[in-house]
């Protein structure tokens, strides 16, 4: 298994600004996943981080808007930039365990943008 | 990309009753998880499970890979079962990300 944590757990923030979430493991990971899941809805990938190497996004996320760091093989960031309130949701990091099969997910950031 | 389709998308359960919930996938997959999300947002792993059948106290689950489909039972449910059942699947070789249905949301009342 692996442990996540993430935070902050909840923030309000005012629109045109930025949150940066950090989510860190307690084991040596290969890749670390964002996902968002906006109000009532499912989780949806925001991008795969590679330690050494540029995130890959998804379609419909661009690295303007949630830029990613991950400067070793347990930590990584991902910033909300310019915040709207579209932007409200939840975002969760996630890894997978040392067995390569099942994925664990950090407790999540409730954002909502005001 | 692979289809994942839950249903019931939602359910309201007396406690004590028993439910199963579906996920139907689209195309073979080497990877299948369900998950509980609890009110507070967070993700807890029910079951890794992609094939055969696992039971975890009044939790277990199904997958029968040949026909694209899994199951979760909730035996003698409690009103802590309440919050939101994800299933998600590995999309194929090479791809480690998850794709996730839409969920079930259950509620168990008193």
């Known amino acids: 298994s692996a442990v996540i944590s993430q935070k902050p757990s909840r923030d309000i923030c005012q629109r045109g600004t930025s949150l940066t979430i950090q989510c860190q493991v307690d084991s040596q990971v290969t890749m670390m996943f964002w996902y968002r899941q906006q109000p009532g809805q499912s989780l949806t990938l925001i991008a795969t981080?590679?330690?050494?190497?540029?995130?890959?996004?998804e379609s419909g996320f661009v690295i303007d808007k949630f830029p990613i760091s991950r400067p070793n093989l347990t930590f990584s960031t991902l910033t909300v930039s310019n915040m709207s309130p579209e932007d409200s949701s939840i975002y969760l990091c996630?890894?997978?365990?040392?067995?390569?099969?099942?994925?664990?997910f950090g407790q999540g950031t409730r954002l909502t943008v005001v | 990309g692979i289809q994942v389709e839950q249903s019931p998308p939602d359910l309201i359960l007396q406690e004590g009753a028993n439910s199963t919930l579906r996920c139907n996938f689209s195309?073979?997959?080497?990877?299948l998880q369900w998950f509980h999300q609890n009110p507070w947002g967070q993700l807890i792993n029910l079951f890794y499970?992609?094939?055969g059948t696992k039971q975890n106290g009044r939790l277990s689950a199904t997958t029968v890979a040949t026909e694209r489909y899994s199951l979760l039972y909730i035996s003698s449910s409690q009103t802590t079962d309440s919050g939101v059942y994800f299933c998600?699947?590995?999309?194929?070789?090479?791809?480690?990300?998850?794709?996730f249905g839409k969920g079930t949301k259950l509620s168990v009342i008193p």
């Open positions: 996630s890894v997978e365990g040392t067995s390569g099969t099942e994925a664990f």
């Open positions: 998600a699947v590995h999309s194929g070789a090479g791809s480690y990300q998850l794709t």
């Open positions: 195309d073979s997959v080497n990877n």
């Open positions: 499970i992609p094939s």
């Open positions: 981080a590679n330690q050494g190497s540029e995130a890959t996004y």
